[in-house]
């Protein structure tokens, strides 16, 4: 379907429109380049993912990796603080796997949370509730966030 | 033991807090000029706090 050849328009001394066809790169160099990038890209979200902020000090975004890994913790601390629901893995319905996949997004502070709340849930008051969707942003932020890193990684964003 | 202060703060200082904390990510994340980063992030907190009162007073016919 496609062949290894580029047309070109290019324009003569005399100004006589011609066409250049020469053998453009090799494709499977490209191809090789492509996917290690792409696997750097990739290993670079999984590591943003595990601990938040560490996507973007991997490419030496500085502030970004700052802001994310404080912005992340601080979300932690006030929803154990306020003794969020931290949902446990093998929820029965549909919400407690939502919220544990959404807990899971904090990457390792999943377990710092868990380690912090050692008193347990208390959803029984507001502030609990609150709590509850504290963490759950906290997760989904740093998902954003490792998104972001492997977009950057691949020099889409920047 | 817990290690952590237990913290009581209300519904409306929740509200800031979690627009504040988010602002601040989205700016940072969306811009890469510090004056940019600001605005953004700035935009965005108010958008939070006028958009959540606006649903709040919306909602406030259907709350008794």
Redesign the interface.
Known sequence: MFDDTTVTNANDARGHPEIAVHDAHPPESHTRHSSTFDARAVAIAILGWIFPGLGHALLKMWGRAITICLTVAFLVYLGAGMRGNLFPPGGEDAFARLGYAADLGTGSFYYLARALEAAGPDVSHADGDYGTRFLATAGVLNLLAALHAYEAARRRKA | ?????????S?FQ?FL??AL??S??FG??GR?QPLERLKYATWSFAMFVAVGIALAWLMYPFSR
């Open positions: 033991m817990t290690v952590l202060v237990p913290l009581q703060l519904h929740c807090l979690f904390i988010i601040l990510a940072t994340l890469r």
